[in-house]
Every structure is written in structure tokens, then in C-alpha cells.
């Protein structure tokens, strides 16, 4: 966006070429580090890096410039949403072995919708009462590097920070030693099971919240402009027959409720989790002794705000800018730890922007409101098979279909059969579906040939790789390119979670202090980077996992 002059970037890149083959006369060591870091930024797409790349000169900038960057990574399942990729980013496998399928799903043997990661057995650290959302791995069907680390290497610490419960539960997977996630006026927060004490299971953070309530109570976060280029991208919109101006600052909120909820989806989420993920580092010496030690940090101000503002505006601007920032000190705080820092940074997935937005630049882009397109298809059914009931329910989007009975429970074989092959016979004429698909039929689907590049493979490969059995729908539906299944409203307009590839695509960066600065353009998938990163710290790979192994070293071998 505010990139160099073309000139200017010209003698910028031919400098570097010419360097390079200096920086590369030494061989390419290995890292050898005492703590991974794992990053990830929640809906940071490839397009958005590519966008701002020129413009970070913080620990963005400092990744892009001095690390192993591969511009492509692919999520390579077809539901991009938040819990399902980040199930993906430290197990090596794809959601149909994780079992984390979507943000939600339906249990078809209960007749309710069920979050990703419920777990009804524990309850919140900071409401013991039994409030909130209650959270934990148990429906998490794959082990994470952490577990594997721990398993030879039981002395090997593992933590986990985030903006939300997801982000945090599956990149930790089952056994670290703390998972906090953000509750904004409360501070870091994690489940407490039976018989464990919720103060204990705080003590980790206790401090940095305290700290965190008196430092906001002092002076309170507000978002305006850190960075004044920005607002060149301020414009007035239209959405969902709301009018609105893209801008900072916000409107000033109504009540505590709202106030809440806007400091959430601003860059104070960011700020927060990187603050909680270096008071851990220090408190417990993370990296400083002979184990090797993993701290985990999902960042998920860029998905709050993508929803709510887009991707394209202001908003997202001054935002990426100020994580660039602060993930600069973040990476500053590291060079305290005695042993050898590897830090990795990858995406749960992409997005695009709004559809009226993209409309305006020319893209053939727009809405297909989930309530009323899902109220027509089952109206549609009801009569063609004389049925008294609405025979088809969704949980999380309309993505993903479940096919019931009139308890709104697993219905009949008979009827199970009549209604799939109805409801795939009507999709496969709404212009507005690109293709749906059976999911029994997706179950026994042979993959492709081993080596397919993961932005060559079919769209109804992305969708096998979302589809465990039990939990995934009974139909699944990939809607055109650009047509956003979501309602415009005063919190959410733009989305995620299609098979395309402005919904997979991310970066992937592996930087080490005193690493080289390399480009690796070629895709590779996010399910690559558990086996590397088990590679250089001696850590046996579980045999069923979907990555491989990518070298860091001089190569080619890991």
C-alpha cells in the first residue's frame, strides 16, 4: 500500500540478488533452538501479507526480510474457519483427523449445536459459577507437537496465549502446562476440570492480570490513527442497508456492553496476548534451560476486525501496522533467552473482503443470506417429499448441512438417502452453488496422487479433508467464488470459510536470529509445519500425519 518507488524497490531487489549468493556461501545450519514460538495471526491472509509487506519494519518486516519465507501456504481443507485451522497448524494433519470440522456442528444424536471444543465437564477459571463458553481439548482428536515434545521430553514446558478459547486449546493441544485466553475486562482466563482450583490454574497469570486491570483502569485503550497514512483509505459504505464510514476513530459506544465489545476489535486484543505471551516467556525461563521448551500465541484482532470492518480499509491498516510494532518488541524480548529461539508464523486462514466492497472494484461479488436460502431449500424439499418438517438444519454456516428427522435427530436410513439425494438434486441448479457434495461419499474418496501441489487439488478434495465423520453435515456446499453466505449486519460484514483460495492461502515464515533471509515461492501447507519443526528438535512424528517435513537447513533433506 505505501510501498517503495518503483526505482527505489528496483535497486532494493536487485541488491539483494546480487547479495545473495555471499549470503549464501556459508552452509545454511540448522537451527537448534530451546524455544519454538509459534504464531499465529487469525485470518492473515497471503494477500494481506503480500499487501503490506513493504510497509513492516517490525517483527513483520524483521520475519519477511531475515527468514524462510513461503508466500503460499496453503490451508488445504475447504471450511476455513478459525477452530478447524488452527487444529491443523501443530497436529500435521488435516481436520478430517483432527475431528475439528468448523467452529460449530451439530450432534445429530442430541438435536443441538455443538461449539468445536464444548467440553460441559469444566467451567470458566474466571466464572466458576458455570458462565461463558466452556471449552477444553477433549473433543480435539490428535495429539499437538507439544504432546509430542512432552512424551520424550518430559521436562519441556509448553504454554499457550490467545484472543479467543480456539486459538489457544488446539495450537497447545493436550497436556501444556497453561492455555489462557482473552476475557477483555477480566484478563487471561483457561478451564478448570473437576478437582482442580481455579486460582491454582491462574496463578501463571495472575500478575500480568492484575497489572492488566489497573494499567487499563489508568489509561484506557483508544484507537485512533497510529498510523495517519492510513486514513487515505477512509470511505462511506453501505451494508445490509446500514450506512457507515469506514474511519477512525469509532463512534463512541452506548454502553459497557458495546464498550467491551470494541475494545476487543481493536489492536488492544493483539497487544494484550503478546504482553500475557512475554510475562510467560520471563516468568518461567522459557528457552533458558536444557529442554526444549514451546510457547504458542494466536493473535485474532485481524479476524475480529476483518468481520467487522473488512479487510481493505482503515481499519485493517492502521491494525497491521500496529502488530507489526508490537510483534518487533516482542521479538526484542527474546533476546534474553539463553538458548536459541525458532519462531514460526502461519495463518488459520485467509479472507476477503466485503462483498460490497469488491463489488465496487469490479468484482463479481455478493451476499446469500443463510436464514432465508436455507428457509427456500427446505421449503423447496417439504414439498417435492410431502414432509412435515423442516429436513435440513445447520450449526455453524450453511456450508455444512445436516440431514434430520422430525425430532430434529438422526432420521431414518430410508429417509436419510431420499432427502440427501433431493437437496443434492435442487443445489446442483441454484446458480449461486458451485458444486455440493455428499459427505459418505467424501468419506470414501481416494486422495490424490501423493505430491499434488495443494492449490492443485479439487475442490471436493477440499472438502473431504473437512470432513470427519459424526460431526461434519450430511451435505456440503461450496458456494460460487466471492459470494459471501453471510448477512450484513452493525458487527459483521465480511467472512470466511469458503474452499477458495483467498480463504486458504497464507504465509508461512520460519525465522531464527542470524538465519537466512530466503523465498521460497513454491506452495507448501500448514500441516508441514509440526514434522519440521519435530525435525529440528529430535522429536518423533506420529506415523498417520498429512505433513511432511520441510528442511531449514542447506537442505534438501530434513
Sequence with gaps: MFSLPKTVAAAAFSAAVLAAPLAHAAPVETPKPKLVVVISIDQFSASLFEQYRADFHGGLGRMARQGTVYPSGFQSHGMTETCPGHSTLLTGKYPNKTGIVANDFYDLATGKKTYCLADPSVVLANDPSGGGRLASPKLLMADAYGDWLKAVSPKSRV???????????????????????????????TWVSPGEDAKAKLAPVAAFNAKLTADQKKHPFTWTYGDKRCAALEDDYVTGGRSWRAALPRPAPKDEATATDDLSVSPYTDRVTLDAAQALRDEFKLGDGEATDVLTISLSATDFIGHRFGTK????????????????????????????????????????????????????????????????????????????????????????????????????????A???????????????????????????????????????????ERMRRSAYPGRVGDILVAFQPYQTPASAGATYVASHGSPWNYDRRVPILFWWKGGPARERVLPIETVDIAPTIAAVTGVPVPADVDGRCLPLGAGPGC
Design 418 to 460: 431420499r432427502i440427501t439425494t433431493a437437496a443434492l438434486a435442487v443445489l446442483a441448479k441454484r446458480p449461486e452453488v458451485y458444486a455440493a457434495y455428499d459427505s459418505n461419499t467424501l468419506f470414501t474418496m481416494a486422495p490424490p496422487p501423493k505430491g499434488t501441489p495443494p492449490d492443485e487439488i479439487s475442490v471436493a
Design 159 to 189: 504454554y499457550a496465549v490467545s484472543g479467543k478459547d480456539r486459538g489457544a486449546i488446539n495450537m497447545a493441544g493436550h497436556k501444556a502446562d497453561g492455555v489462557f485466553w482473552l476475557e477483555t475486562r477480566f484478563g487471561m482466563t
Design 313 to 416: 480499509g482503515p481499519e485493517m491498516c492502521d491494525h497491521l501496522l500496529r502488530l507489526d510494532d508490537r510483534l518487533g518488541v516482542f521479538l526484542d524480548s527474546l533476546d534474553k533467552v539463553k538458548g536459541q529461539v525458532l519462531v514460526v508464523l502461519a495463518a488459520d486462514h485467509g479472507g476477503s473482503d466485503f462483498p460490497e466492497r469488491l463489488a465496487q472494484q469490479g468484482y463479481d461479488a455478493g451476499r446469500v443470506p443463510p436464514a432465508q436460502w436455507l428457509k427456500d431449500l427446505n421449503a423447496t424439499l417439504r414439498g417435492q417429499l410431502a414432509l412435515a418438517y423442516d429436513p435440513l438444519v445447520q450449526a455453524g454456516g450453511i456450508e455444512s448441512l445436516y440431514v434430520v428427522g422430525p425430532d430434529g435427530k438422526t432420521p431414518t436410513v430410508g429417509d436419510h
